[in-house]
């Protein structure tokens, strides 16, 4: 007999991210090509498209190694996010330290920013909309 896949629950989500703080409590983020049609040269979180079948939470661990080389530890699900291409699970979790991950991906950062500034950062709509719900205890969020 084969062994059989975890399944997704029924109210899986089409996304999946991680907001990743480090000891410090800086956010780590991801800085995407200027040439990508979404979120082109803007800082996001980790995360992607769920393939089909897979856990939500399996997919932000993934999403992760396949990113940046991270095996996370602990994943809290925090903010649920509705969008118009489809609701996002948002996941909190401690993240590395500067220099110890890179980008794999051509033309990606990996950029460690300030508690501070992350609001004046240059996030994408979906990625603002997500920490600012996580940063006052908001479990939902919008954004278009």
Known sequence: MRPT??????????Y???ILRDR??????????GSKRHAGGQL???????EHG?????????????????????????????TPRGEAWF?????PEPGTVYAREADTDVEWIEPEQIISAD????????????RVGRGEAQAE
């Open 91 to 95: 996941y909190r979790a401690l993240g």
């Open 16 to 18: 999946c991210c991680v």
């Open 5 to 14: 896949r975890p399944r997704a629950p029924e109210d899986a989500p089409r």
């Open 123 to 134: 996030l994408s709509s979906w990625h603002a909309a997500a920490i600012e719900a996580e």
């Open 44 to 50: 996001t979180c980790f995360g992607g498209s769920r």
């Open 24 to 33: 410090r409590g800086w956010y780590v983020m991801e800085r995407r090509p």
């Open 54 to 82: 897979e856990d939500p939470e399996a997919c932000a661990r993934r999403e992760l190694m396949e990113e940046i080389g991270y095996a996370v530890g602990v994943l809290e699900r925090c903010v649920v996010l509705s």
